[in-house]
């Protein structure tokens, strides 16, 4: 009766076009208020104490160096590496696209970020030399879902904080699926660009490929920076961000020069509105699934689905399921803050890696930003190009669906997720 009526002013809030952090903060409070005997002042201490967590002190960090080398020539620099890599082949602009939005994604960690960054030089140059709206507007909305899983990734650290797990791990198990999605959007585009007709082009010479190089190694470095002193020890995340927000300054401000001091303070304001953001849906989804934690409601679902003998193959499909549905409607981070509770002691029962499970959650929350009605990348493409989201959704459909079977291979081949762990 209690879930009924959670569920019940959730989903009515969100009707109403209430955003979905106050929604999911007042259902619980409501909810809290008529059915418990719980104090008041439990609320105020769940949304403080949710959000008093070491690690998500990497959040701001994170989205501060993003920020900084989201301005500037740095996508540019990036963009400009990519097509002497793979500029030559059939196809090549989209690849470029594709491929600078991959490395783009590890330097900013953000989705709209790497469709707006990349998408406003790469859509009209990719129309310009002939493709069509499928090549260009489709390849990057849906190549920004990157963002969301190369690491840092704002949503791997929500999901070890969530699940208490090592961010560090998450960030590594990261990689391989982020590379294999990439390369596989590659292909689409090379195989679809074969039967239009385009042919290859002059393969840049190792002198350019070494000057575009060196003009992005500065920004390059910040994934080298963060992975590598997460991994040898020097440093946890939470101070490889705050270590890879300095890095991100002094490259934009001293070594590119994209960044002017009279500029500092408006990116250092819209970071921290981004980060508060995301710190208040955490605060309010935390507050939501500890209702839901003392109702037991986890334990609940654990039992039903043990009790149903659910497999462990069938028990990933519902999740991936579940995830899409929810991810076309809710903001990434607080779909992880409600349902993981729920989830993983199930995927831990019936044998799934903690690990794998955080990946197959990011590579969902990927897919939401390119699903109606809420996607992130359809809204940013569509006032890049002024499409409708209608038409953006429409040309994106060859790679969506390309992302989903890397899903696919994430979700039913473990090793995507764990082999880097054996290699290293």
């Known amino acids: 009766m209690i879930t009924l009526v959670l569920a019940g002013v959730l989903f009515t809030l969100i009707a109403i076009d209430v955003p979905i952090a106050v929604a999911l903060g007042m259902a619980a409070t409501i909810t809290i208020f008529t059915f418990t005997d719980l104090p008041s002042l439990v609320v105020a201490q769940k949304l403080f104490t949710s959000i008093d967590k070491f690690a998500l002190m990497a959040i701001p960090f994170f989205v501060l160096a993003g920020s900084f080398l989201s301005e500037g020539g740095t996508a540019k620099r990036i963009i400009h590496f990519a097509h002497t890599m793979v500029g030559h082949l059939p196809g090549g602009l989209t690849m470029t696209a594709i491929l600078a939005c991959a490395i783009f994604a590890a330097v900013s960690g953000s989705s709209p970020a790497t469709v707006a960054a990349i998408g406003s030089i790469m859509i009209p140059a990719i129309k310009k030399a002939g493709y069509s709206d499928t090549f260009s507007i489709g390849s990057i909305t849906t190549s920004g879902a990157l963002g969301i899983l190369i690491p840092p990734s704002i949503v791997l650290i929500v999901y070890g904080v969530t699940v208490n797990q090592s961010i560090g791990d998450l960030f590594l198990a990261g990689i391989i699926p982020g590379i294999v999605i990439t390369t596989m959007l590659m292909i689409l585009t090379y195989v679809m660009a074969r039967r239009a007709g385009f042919k290859r082009g002059t ?29 040898s020890g020097i440093f946890t995340p939470t101070e490889a961000a ?38 208040f849906i955490i605060a309010n989804a935390m507050l939501f699934a500890y209702f839901l934690t003392i109702q037991q409601i986890p334990q609940y679902l654990a039992d039903l689905i043990i ?17 899409i549905i929810f991810g076309a409607f809710m903001e990434p981070s607080s779909i992880v803050m409600v ?78 997720s764990t082999i880097i762990f054996k290699i290293l």
């Open 203 to 231: 393969p840049a010479s190792a002198k350019e490929k070494l000057k575009a190089f060196v003009d992005s190694f500065w920004a390059l470095m910040l994934v080298v920076i963060i992975i590598g002193g997460i991994y």
């Open 339 to 416: 349902t993981a509770p729920l989830l993983f002691p199930v995927a831990v029962h019936l044998g799934v890696n903690p690990i794998q499970l955080g990946i197959i959650y990011t590579i969902n929350m990927g897919v939401g930003m390119v699903t109606p009605p809420v996607g992130l990348n359809l809204f940013v493409a569509s006032g890049i190009t002024g499409k409708s989201i209608q038409y953006v959704t429409k040309v994106s459909l060859p790679w969506f669906f390309t992302y989903l079977v890397g899903l696919l291979l994430a979700t039913y081949i473990p090793a995507l």
């Open 307 to 323: 009790q149903a003998h659910v497999s462990k193959l069938l028990f990933l499909a519902a999740v991936n399921v579940l995830l």
């Open 242 to 279: 705050a270590v890879s927000a300095v890095y991100a300054f002094i490259v934009a401000k001293f070594i590119y020069r994209d960044v002017t001091w009279k500029e500092i303070p408006n990116i250092i304001l819209t970071s921290a509105a981004t980060s508060a953001m995301i710190l």
